[in-house]
């Protein structure tokens, strides 16, 4: 079954097209990540779906419209971690978290039992319960990526919506915080769309890929098919060699300048 | 040990009595302090005989009694309703717009109430100077229209934090202009327009009072049950609207319910300054930035904060009083540094 649907999707700043017929189905239980380079309207194309920009076309979730969806109902629906999240300083890791329930309280109602229940869950799963009474806007960039996770978890939706989602962080970091949606998705059984920069993380961890460039899709499907080097080099505009390893492990690595001609005349192992 | 106690953050009930105990206690003070001296026995006295099924004798005079009921109580109830409700609405104000400058007279409510209280200085009917059953209503309305233009300008088009910010500058300065050329036009009036503009509670009787409560009520239940969604709103516009809140309609009720007390005070008391800025500030310094334990203690602490306030305007220079919007600010400002530098030295 198909979790997202978009058919025909465009989206316009003023007269500027920033996504043009997008079409594409996510199916449920998956991890696609979308790719492309800066400006190709990735961003554009998460906030299309929670509602946060408007389009033309249509955006189906689990064969339902979601411009027949009410705000509430598509939170619980969809969870969204924008790339930068805002950490409002002296709220604490918890409060924070806790703020991922509000699309299952009524409009004045407060957190009931089964709200905090969920929260504790989520803190000791993502191990921050020893950072639950901490400001959120003290915790290192780790740390506060993880409880942004966290809130969005608490949303308790199907479908978890990342934008670049390891950006700020140091490599180490950033194989936390993939291990963890991908732990998230097997045991929550979410269906995962990310928007990724880093081309090798986004292809060891992700079921397909999805090329973005020019506010249209050009190249979808498993990562040894979509991150090869002609792809790259055209829509990037970059110079990179693409190494497969023998479990088929793909691996991206930039070149220097210098290196070019080397490319140019032994084009590279793919 | 590591803390593992996990919990939300809420308003401790302990809190929320000592607020209250430290309003009882300046409301006291208050009460027995003035240029006709009230004994403590018998003001408690005439509270308890006030209540029912209970007699008390009290050792007051008719005139004492008179000064009790009909000036000290009415001035002390007042500014509980004038200063919890600045203190109430800026919070909430500085929550919507997420900016620590917002102050309740950020949509231009001072400057239309100004506006309003100097035409019907100037051109109402002659009643002496400020008399409150003209000005108050002519400024309530200059609030109120202050507010609406403010909110129609700035959400013109695609409505943001900023542009109804700046359209409240440009209403207050385009208001203002016109104020001030009247003032300039009828100089034979300065002197209560000023008076008027400056502050003041002492003009307060029961008959205000009664006029602005349930509007002060409504606001503040208003406001107290919007605590939460404040503190999703910290998230921003987009974070807030992806966890299923409608952003627009959150800020236009807690606009309306904070601009329509704020209007309802100042319409009686005049423009007292500062409260609205200062003591939610000096309560984020203190308890924390979460809107579940701000909002309920704004309310308690700006009472407290303008009751003391007024305690000073009218025992300073006695028998002359002071403008409590210049004690506000006079005795408001060190005294927030002063918390200011204190959680400052905490912190490091």
Avoid: C
Avoid at chain 1, 34 to 39: E, K, M, Q, R, S
Avoid at chain 2, 213 to 241: N, Y
Avoid at chain 2, 285 to 303: E, K, Q
Avoid at chain 2, 318 to 328: D, F, K, Q
């Amino acid at each position: 079954m198909s979790a997202i649907d978009f058919e025909n999707v465009s989206v316009h700043y003023g007269l500027e097209p920033v996504l043009e017929s997008l079409s594409f189905t996510v199916e449920s239980g998956s991890w696609v990540s979308v790719i492309g380079p800066n400006g190709a309207g990735k961003s554009t194309m998460l906030r299309a779906l929670v509602g946060l920009t408007p389009f033309s076309g249509s955006i189906a979730i689990a064969g339902r419209s979601v411009e027949r969806m009410r705000r509430r109902e598509l939170a619980r629906a969809l969870a969204y971690v924008p790339q930068t999240p805002e950490h409002p300083a002296g709220m604490s890791v918890f409060d924070y978290v806790m703020l991922g329930r509000t699309p299952h309280r009524s409009y004045l109602g407060s957190g009931n039992s089964n709200d905090l229940a969920v929260v504790r869950d989520i803190l000791a799963l993502l191990d921050l319960e020893r950072l639950a009474r901490r400001p959120v806007s003290s915790v290192s960039g780790g740390e506060a990526q993880r409880a942004a996770i966290a809130r969005a978890v608490a949303q308790q939706a199907p479908v978890l919506l990342l934008d670049e989602p390891t950006s700020s962080l140091d490599i180490a970091r950033q194989q936390e915080v993939m291990n963890l949606i991908d732990g998230l998705r097997s045991s929550e059984g979410l269906t995962v769309i990310s928007t990724m920069h880093d081309l090798t993380l986004a292809g060891q961890y992700a079921d397909r890929l999805l090329l973005l460039a020019d506010g249209t899709v050009r190249g979808d499907g498993i990562s040894r098919e979509v991150l090869t080097t002609e792809a790259i080099e055209r829509h990037y505009g970059a110079y990179v060699r693409v190494v497969e390893d023998d479990d088929g492990a793909i691996t991206v690595v930039p070149l220097r300048p210098g290196r070019q001609a080397e490319l140019d005349e032994a084009p590279s192992e793919r | 040990m590591v803390e593992t106690t996990v919990a939300p953050t809420r308003l401790p009930a302990t809190w929320l009595v000592l607020s209250f105990v430290a309003l009882a206690g300046a409301a006291t003070v208050s009460i027995s302090v003035g240029a006709a001296g009230l004994s403590v026995d018998g003001i408690v006295a005439e509270l308890v005989d006030r209540l029912p099924w209970i007699e008390a004798e009290s050792d007051l005079s008719a005139t004492a009694s008179g000064i009790l009921w009909q000036v000290r109580m009415p001035r002390i109830a007042l500014g509980v309703l004038v200063g919890g409700m600045l203190a109430l609405a800026g919070t909430s104000y500085q929550g919507i717009f997420r900016n620590p400058l917002a102050d309740p007279y950020l949509l231009g409510v001072a400057a239309g109430a100004g506006l309003g209280a100097t035409l019907a200085i100037v051109f109402g009917p002659d009643t002496g100077g400020t008399s409150l059953a003209v000005v108050a209503p002519a400024a309530f309305v200059g609030a109120l229209v202050a507010a609406i233009g403010s909110y129609l300008l700035g959400t013109v088009g695609r409505a943001t934090t900023t542009s109804l910010i700046l359209a409240g500058v440009a209403v207050a300065a385009f208001l203002t202009s016109i104020q001030t050329y009247v003032q300039l036009r009828n100089t034979d009036s300065l002197r209560d327009v000023v008076s008027w503009m400056l502050g003041r509670l002492s003009t307060a009787g029961w008959g205000e009072i009664r006029a602005i409560l349930p509007l002060v009520i409504v606001s503040s239940i208003v406001l107290l049950l919007h605590r939460r969604l404040l503190d999703v709103l910290a998230l921003g516009d987009d974070e807030a609207t992806a966890l299923g809140v409608q952003v627009t309609t959150v800020r236009l009720v807690v606009l309306v319910a904070a601009s329509l007390g704020t209007a309802a005070v100042v319409a009686v008391s005049g423009l007292i300054g500062f409260v609205g800025i200062i003591v939610p500030h000096a309560l984020r310094l203190t308890i924390g930035t979460s809107y579940a334990r701000l909002i309920p203690l704004s309310f308690v602490a700006g009472a407290t904060f303008l009751v003391l306030a007024d305690l000073l305007a009218r025992t300073l220079i006695s028998p002359a009083e002071l403008p409590i919007g210049v004690v506000t600010a006079f005795f408001g400002a060190p005294f927030f540094l002063g918390i200011l530098h204190l959680t400052e030295r905490a912190a490091t």
